[in-house]
């Protein structure tokens, strides 16, 4: 169901992926013609108003800043960080969109190692393969992610923990995505068997 205060729209539930299958492709054609920083703004825009329209998810956002900064779920600083953290994964969400789009050696190009300290963080996942063994990389699921797993597929393959998508399509069009960047997509639904085997 699609809403903004008492106005509501019901989108039975096979349409409703069947029309995000073809958002998707569409979005990631469009990004893929349009500069970083206009696609960023798209993306900011369209997140701000799911922000707005989407009551359930806003109150959410909300609640979780208020934990996170330690101040009253009605304080303005509140809900100033919860809206902009709404319009930064609009530009992480037009990013994500803009990866078939480029060749994997297009981002390594665009990347910078910002770790601190003399070690950086592929010195170390180069250390710990140089040593035979296997390693765990665990990250926040702030930003686009998929960029460090293009950055690491180029060295070997490695195993993602990633979530299915509902529509087999647009799953299927997202790991095939992950596949072609030399990611062994494991499915979040039935991964542990698969898991220890790895470790």
Not at 98 to 122: E, K, Q, R, W, Y
Not at 123 to 137: F, L
Not at 139 to 160: E, K, N, S
Request: with cysteine.
């Amino acid at each position: 169901m699609l809403g903004y205060g008492r106005f509501a729209v019901r989108i039975p539930l096979a349409c409703g992926r069947c029309m995000l299958y073809h958002l998707v492709r569409m979005a990631q054609r469009l990004s893929g013609a349009l500069p970083r920083r206009l696609r960023w703004w798209f993306g900011e825009m369209i997140a701000q108003a799911v922000y707005w329209c989407w009551a359930e998810k806003r109150v959410a956002t909300c609640k979780n800043m208020s934990i996170v900064l330690g101040l009253p779920t009605a304080h303005p600083r509140v809900r100033r960080t919860a809206r902009l953290s709404w319009r930064n994964y609009g530009r992480y969400i037009a990013d994500f969109f803009d990866l078939p789009n480029h060749p994997s050696a297009f981002f390594i190009d665009h990347l910078h190692d910002l770790t601190t300290g003399a070690v950086g963080a592929l010195d170390t996942v180069d250390a710990v393969r140089a040593a035979g063994k296997g390693g765990v990389i665990i990250t926040g699921h702030y930003g686009t992610w998929d960029v460090a797993g293009i950055l690491l597929g180029m060295r070997q393959p490695i195993h993602i923990l990633a979530d299915d998508f509902a529509d087999p399509r647009l799953n299927e069009l997202i790991q095939a995505q992950r596949r072609a960047a030399n990611m062994i997509v494991l499915s979040a639904s039935d991964v542990l068997r698969p898991l220890l085997r790895l470790l």
